[in-house]
């Protein structure tokens, strides 16, 4: 039988429109997630887009991804019953997970430490829990802002653009994971728990590349640059849509002289300037020059091809995917990364991102879907027995 | 104080450039032992990217490199030279963790490919971190952070709909989805160690993990047959939501109003009779007009100090916040003054040089950096003395062939 590295692990995930991939990461490697709702259902089953576009508890496509592999509880914490309920599920876990749910007010986590010091808990909030910023709220935009991942972002004659996705929030998730794994795995060593206190804002600040030290050691601010290319590096149209071309690499690593070969062997009239050694493609006028020999060549061949023949040249450079090249790519169709929503929910055999790691021993496993809102009390007991089982 | 959470444990540490050494730099600040295995013949060329200390180019100058390998200790081994391999084997036989992000085979060619190196250390675990992983047609492809945004479609998705895609303007891949996912994975796997005596494989595309970030195309396309494309800053759920001028040269507010009550509010501090129209008032009305709405917010909020404004909207419960560069965040952010999220650690070439703490802070006591990144080949004599218990006489000898170098 296949073992789950993090089988063994209880999680209490406290959690609203974020905190959800934090526990997902626990969940999907083995640990036992329990989902603490309030009585209406998570914040997050009512996230856009619905399947059908009908909202519904059921239908909300990030909360079927975002809470699969989970138990759910639902329960009202500005109750007294609601409290005991509380004290009773962090009783049975290793780790608790704070973040917006609409009663996190009503948890002291320094207090469910205190009762018991190999408890680990995490708390993610916008800008962390003490400071002149602790009462802010902040949503991805406004934390992307605060963070500068945004002043990095967009062409500069137009305002700042956010990225896809919700990323700030996700960037959070990821560090409260490896913070409360890190922690978890020093409790189950030495029996001293943890008080982890994440902000959102610094983890949009870890994604800031060289920002922050080119300010220091050069005295130069970066901004944002789209549309300032060097030749051979951006976005192309080719045959049925685009590619991302690298054509120099970057740094010190000389991929010219692969994209060079590379446009030679294809018989493209003028491609020797790429080799020749007066060739700079920072030049003024370079990328004109480039186009003109590159595109007519692009606009004959498809994203695949062109990315086919960077992998046989050594040249970096990627089609600019849609959801059905993704659902359709060889490569992820070969790792068997897409898998079905397993049965019983409203959602299943819809293809959901899979495993963001093969763990050779202790596969990633999605095993059950997303909890229904009516059946969380069926759920919970799954918890319990892993509890009494490990206690 | 209580120990470091991954204090005892040695990785052995192959990545170079951006996301490998991002993610064994997590381990390392967490505590571990990260031994960077790299030479003079070959460098990780991250080593020569800038910002360099002083704006003078050199080997153990960059500070992009340093804020990804704090922490570290680094030894420099020709590889190519078999008494050199052999060194490092001796290293990985009591290591618990080798990292790589080279495309597939690399390692093995260097003689400390999976198989070589578990028969010598069951308890090994071995992560590669290669663009498409270790299997399938394009495993041999080469990608950088931002190649793998455009195939992800993360890059397509990003950016304003009547303009091309603009992305984060960086590699971000490589900044937190890889990195966090590598280390997690990695302590995952360091748990199952512990419990089982097995060490693992751990194949991770780099592809992978920005994928599973951004569920909702796929998903959508499959429910609703919709092809998700960009908005720029809108997003369901909140209108308006945008970024707005402020006061000063290129100042910007990022607004976003999640329902009618907090409308109100923003309508009540902006004060502005152009902007307190009835048929706002309500979500349906505000999302049918959002372009006037956006046009009507610009000439409000230029109006304004982007800091004034920002606090009063949060006075009021808005989430609202200026969009601030490295010079704010560095020298003027008061919430990560009082977070003490910049660290300046020294280095005997740079000076005291900025590295970003940890998003995160334990209440039992300072987590993060623990020291500045290794100049090249800095402690090839002390972890050899240390690890392998060589004289500093036959380490020397070593370097005078070309060995350890």
Known sequence: MTQSALSGIRALEISGTYGAYCGKLFADLGASVTLLEPPGGSPMRAKPPFAGDQPGPENSLPFAYFAANKASVSTDLTTPAGQARLAELAGVSDLIILSDHPDAGCVDLGKLCRGDPKLVAIRITPFGTTGPYAGFRGDDLSLMAMGGLLTLAGFPDLPPAIAYGEQGLLAADQFGAVAAIAAVLRAERTGRGELIDLSIQESVVMALENAAQTYQLEGVTRCRTAGARRAGTGIFPCKDGEIYLLAGGIGETAMWGNFAQWMVAEGIAGADLFGSSDWNDSAPGADHAFEAIFLPYAMRTTKEALYQGGKTWRVPVAPMSTPEDLLDNAQLDYRGYFVDIPDGHPLSGTKVPGAPYKLGATPWCLHHPAPLLETGAARVAHHDDKASRHD | ?405
């Open chain 2, 1 to 405: 104080m209580t120990e470091q959470p991954l204090a005892g444990v040695t990785v052995i540490d192959f990545c170079w450039i951006g996301a490998g050494s991002y993610t064994t730099k997590i381990l390392a600040d967490l505590g571990a032992d990260v031994i960077k295995v790299e030479s003079t013949k070959s460098l990780d060329s991250l080593r020569l990217a800038a910002p360099y200390a002083g704006g003078i180019k050199g080997v153990n100058r960059s500070g992009y490199f340093a804020d990804r390998n704090s922490s570290k200790r680094s030894i420099t081994v020709n590889m190519k030279d078999r008494r050199g391999v052999e060194l490092v084997h001796a290293l990985i036989n009591d290591a618990d963790v080798v990292a790589n992000n080279f495309r597939p085979g690399t390692m093995e060619k260097l003689g400390v490919g999976y198989e070589t190196l578990r028969g010598m250390n069951p308890g090994l675990i071995y992560i590669g971190m290669s663009m498409n992983g270790d299997e399938g047609p394009d495993r041999m492809m080469l990608g950088y952070g931002i190649t793998i945004a455009a195939i992800t479609g993360f890059l397509g998705l990003s950016g304003y709909p009547d303009r091309a895609p603009t992305g984060t303007g960086t590699n971000y891949p490589d900044h937190v989805p890889n990195p966090c996912h590598g280390a997690f994975a990695v302590m995952a796997a360091l748990r199952h160690k512990w419990r089982t005596g097995e060490g693992q494989l751990i194949d991770m595309a780099q592809t992978e993990p920005m994928l599973a970030l951004m569920p909702v195309p796929v998903m959508d396309y499959q429910a609703n047959g919709r092809r998700s494309s960009r908005r720029g800053n809108r997003l369901e759920g909140y209108t308006p939501r945008g970024v707005y001028p402020v006061q000063g040269d290129d100042r910007w507010i990022a607004i976003s109003v999640a329902d009618d009550a907090q409308w109100a509010a923003l309508v009540e501090i902006l004060s502005c009779p152009e902007i307190a129209r009835p048929e706002w008032t309500h979500a349906a009305g505000r999302v049918a007009d959002e372009i006037e709405i956006d046009v009507v917010l610009r000439e409000l909020t230029q109006r304004w100090a982007g800091c004034d404004l920002m606090t009063r909207l949060q006075s009021r419960g808005l989430s609202a916040g200026v969009v601030q560069n490295a010079a704010d965040l560095v020298e003027r952010d008061p919430q990560l003054r009082h977070r003490g999220h910049w660290r300046y650690l020294p280095h005997s070439e740079m000076g005291d040089s900025l590295y970003n703490g940890p998003p995160f802070q334990f209440a039992s006591g300072p987590i993060g950096p623990r020291f500045a990144a290794p100049l090249l080949g800095e402690h090839t004599h002390e972890i050899l003395r240390e690890k392998l218990g060589l004289a500093t006489e036959q380490i020397d000898a070593l370097i005078a062939d070309g060995v350890l170098v």
